[in-house]
Nanobody
Framework: QVRLVESGGGLVQAGGSLRLSCADSGRTFSSSAMAWFRQAPGKAREFVAAISWRGRNTYYADSVKGRFTISRDNAKNTVYLQMNGLKPEDTAVYFC??????????????????WGQGTQVTVSS
């Protein structure tokens, strides 16, 4: 059973914007920390952004800080990633992930129990 479903990926020119969404069908969304990771071809999956379960705290990779914004709507069981000022190096498959345990290791891949199947983001130069 697929719990997390991402959407909003696509092809965009450098400097453009995209907004990714991740809908969670689980019962623990509102008490789960949520995150976005990405994986480029031939590279390891890497942390992009995370948000605490109440949305009070957000965390970003240095490479996206100031360009990307993570947010959540607990009434809709959805987490978002607004991506502005996109660069060709942002090209990757983007995955959302959920951590019901609310671990303090919020940037660590192994922290997250549930994963979506990913959405492709391609930025052309």
């Amino acid at each position: 059973q697929v719990r997390l479903v991402e959407s909003g990926g696509g092809l965009v020119q450098a400097g453009g914007s995209l907004r990714l969404s991740c809908a969670d069908s689980g019962r623990t969304f509102s008490s789960s920390a949520m995150a976005w990771f990405r994986q480029a071809p031939g590279k390891a999956r890497e942390f992009v952004a995370a948000i605490s379960w109440r949305g009070r705290n957000t965390y970003y990779a240095d490479s996206v800080k100031g360009r990307f914004t993570i947010s959540r709507d607990n009434a809709k069981n959805t987490v978002y990633l607004q991506m502005n000022g996109l660069k060709p190096e942002d090209t990757a498959v983007y995955f959302c992930a959920a951590d019901p345990s609310r671990s303090s290791l919020i940037k660590t891949i192994s922290t997250y129990r549930y994963w979506g199947q990913g959405t492709q983001v391609t930025v052309s130069s």
